[in-house]
């Protein structure tokens, strides 16, 4: 019998971000391993013309939550979606509503943000600092609650080489800059952005780490764990292998090389893809949430999930030519060093990177258009290039993250917990993993017929032997 999984039987559960990549599957394991919870509240703000619950029903008519539906039926009355907002005051929640979740929840998992890097430290502060901010007020008021699980990011102390454990202080006292930012214009904030980053690249990394100190600040009487993983992929088994829904990450990059649009990224030879299956950390969280309600830790334990110190994985493990970069060359010396990148400049970077990669984008959609279907390729290169250029940080720095937090916790399951949550990175193939993903993002997100699979391979090995042989 699992420990975990009886733990949530019965439980009423909050889900800020249900409707994301990682809350899906938050969902969908909870429903699939605890039929017998009681209810799981989602906060949803409604689009254009859908209802709560049409966008609910929308969400879950989908592949990933087909083995969910067999082992609990009755799956869409476990699901009470609610009205919020997390711009506005309160969450946005109706009196009725907001009485319903203090008088009636016993868990809450706040993974709701914007994890776009590009955000405007305004947007970034509302969603991924103010929202955590009156979601621990709304928390400390709830009569039943046991355990308050933050999702933040291993990328929050990016502008540390060795990172522990620990909340790490921020130079700005996050409530005086949510102050500041209520009356200054967004001109002047714009202009202040980079002196309050200061070394780290993003107000996403940024905000994610003030998110952490409100946590900590604000916690008051609440029993609260932080998860910290870093890029999250497609799923690793469950409920399948390769289940992806979105172009975040190296989602976008990975379909740009599978159509044969980028052929190389520029990062350093033994550059890490520090990459985590989306249901390992999701096993992770449960795992968290069910020790820190049971053994209530008397200080805020923070789990670390990634992968580059226990089991690492280089760009070039996920299909990708590395170009090995170099300080100040000349852009005439570069075209003569085959294995270097040939774009220093930024101007000639971005130059470069249009022609090479549009022209092919431009001339697949104008095909597209001859055969009547709509054409796509162009705009997801365009993101694609701006991701790459997001993406430039990380992938040409590498990190320690210290993670004895999670191995404790590791050590005290039980066998049959150890095999129904696993978050043993050590456990994963990543050949056989990068197999499942690229087929995932063909079959999940682009939505690709299957069938042409075999005669693919088959192109791909005849290639693969004329260049071992020269013709």
Request: proline content about 5%.
């Amino acid at each position: 019998m699992s420990v975990i999984a009886a733990f949530y039987g019965g439980k009423s559960i909050l889900i800020t971000g249900a409707t994301g990549f990682m809350g899906k599957v938050l969902m969908e394991k909870l429903l699939r391993t605890s039929p017998d919870l009681k209810v799981i509240y989602i906060l949803v703000r409604p689009k254009a013309g859908q209802s709560l619950q049409q966008r609910v029903s929308q969400m879950m008519n989908c592949k990933l939550f087909e083995k969910a539906k067999e082992i609990c039926p009755n799956i869409f009355e476990k699901i009470r979606p609610i009205y919020s907002d997390l711009t506005k005051p309160d969450l946005g929640i109706s009196k009725e509503d907001l009485e319903e979740l203090l008088t009636h929840t016993n868990i809450i998992f706040h993974c709701a943000a914007t994890v776009r890097f590009d955000d405007p430290l305004r947007h970034a502060l509302q969603l991924n600092v103010i929202a955590t901010q009156q979601l621990l007020f709304m928390a400390s008021q709830m009569l039943k609650l046991e355990v308050f699980i933050h999702f933040s990011t291993a990328y929050s102390n990016c502008n540390l080489k060795h990172i522990d454990e620990v909340i790490y202080p921020c130079s700005v006292e996050p409530k005086k800059l949510i102050d500041s930012v209520e009356w200054l214009d967004d001109s002047i904030i714009e202009e202040i952005t980079p002196k309050l980053i200061e070394n780290r690249p993003n107000t996403y990394t940024y905000t994610k780490a003030l998110g952490e100190m409100v946590v900590y600040q604000e916690r008051g009487n609440l029993n609260i764990a932080i998860i910290r993983p870093s890029i999250v992929g497609a799923s690793w088994q469950e409920p399948f292998p390769g289940w992806v829904d979105n172009l975040n990450g190296p989602n976008g990059l990975i379909i740009a090389a599978g159509k044969g649009f980028l052929h190389s990224l520029k990062a350093t030879p033994k550059a890490v893809a520090d990459v985590v299956p989306v249901d390992l950390v999701i096993n992770l969280t449960l795992a968290v949430g069910w020790h820190t309600a049971v053994h209530r830790p008397k200080s805020i334990l923070i789990y670390h999930c990634t992968s580059g110190s226990l089991n690492p994985c280089l760009w070039t493990d996920l299909g990708f030519q590395v170009l090995a970069t170099f300080e100040k060359a000349p852009l005439e010396k570069a075209f003569r060093r085959p294995n270097a990148d040939f774009t220093t400049n930024n101007f000639s970077t971005y130059l470069w990177n249009t022609i090479s990669h549009m022209a092919p984008a431009v001339m697949y959609d104008f095909y597209l258009r001859l055969t009547g279907r709509k054409p796509r390729m162009a705009k997801l290169m365009n993101r694609m290039l701006k991701t790459i250029s997001m993406l430039d940080y990380f992938i040409n720095r590498s990190w320690e993250w210290s993670s004895r937090n999670t191995e404790m916790l590791m050590s005290q399951l039980s066998n049959e917990d150890q095999k129904l949550f696993d978050f043993d990175v050590r456990h994963l193939n990543w050949l056989e993993y990068t197999e499942n993903y690229c087929l995932g993002i063909k079959k999940y997100l682009l939505k690709e017929d299957m069938a042409g699979i075999p005669a693919a391979k088959r192109h791909l090995r005849i290639k693969i032997i004329r260049g071992r042989s020269g013709d």
